[in-house]
Nanobody, 120 residues
Framework: QVQLVESGGGLVQPGGSLRLSCAASGSIFSVGDMAWYRQAPGKERDLVARITSDGNANYADSVKGRFTLSRDNAKNTVYLQMNNLKPEDTAVYYC??????????????WGQGTQVTVSS
């Protein structure tokens, strides 16, 4: 059974930083693209950033220059470094990954979500 376990959310003041982590565990054969999405109250879940297995990342315009996505393939873990946080970054952040585990296709998995609140 595959799980995505997120950590690192919390309350931070505007201009502050947080680092989110997401580790994939289970009987994993390989991990493809990994990503972070976020969902604010009353809004749709939107892509924040995505990274390929060879490390190519792309970002939503709203976070470019402030957020950095990276991954450690040996640990099946993706990290989202969030700097210069703004109140509009407040949301539940969800980890997402394409994983091959026991079947010859990539399956889409989601984490349980971690709350990020930016407020003074």
């Amino acid at each position: 059974q595959v799980q995505l376990v997120e950590s690192g959310g919390g309350l931070v003041q505007p201009g502050g930083s947080l680092r989110l982590s997401c580790a994939a565990s289970g009987s994993i054969f390989s991990v493809g693209d990994m990503a972070w999405y976020r969902q604010a109250p009353g809004k749709e879940r939107d892509l924040v950033a995505r990274i390929t297995s060879d490390g190519n990342a792309n970002y939503a315009d709203s976070v470019k220059g402030r957020f950095t996505l990276s991954r450690d393939n040996a640990k099946n873990t993706v990290y989202l470094q969030m700097n210069n946080l703004k109140p509009e970054d407040t949301a539940v952040y969800y980890c997402n990954a394409l994983i091959r585990a026991g079947v010859p296709i990539y399956v889409n998995y989601w984490g349980q979500g971690t709350q990020v609140t930016v407020s003074s």
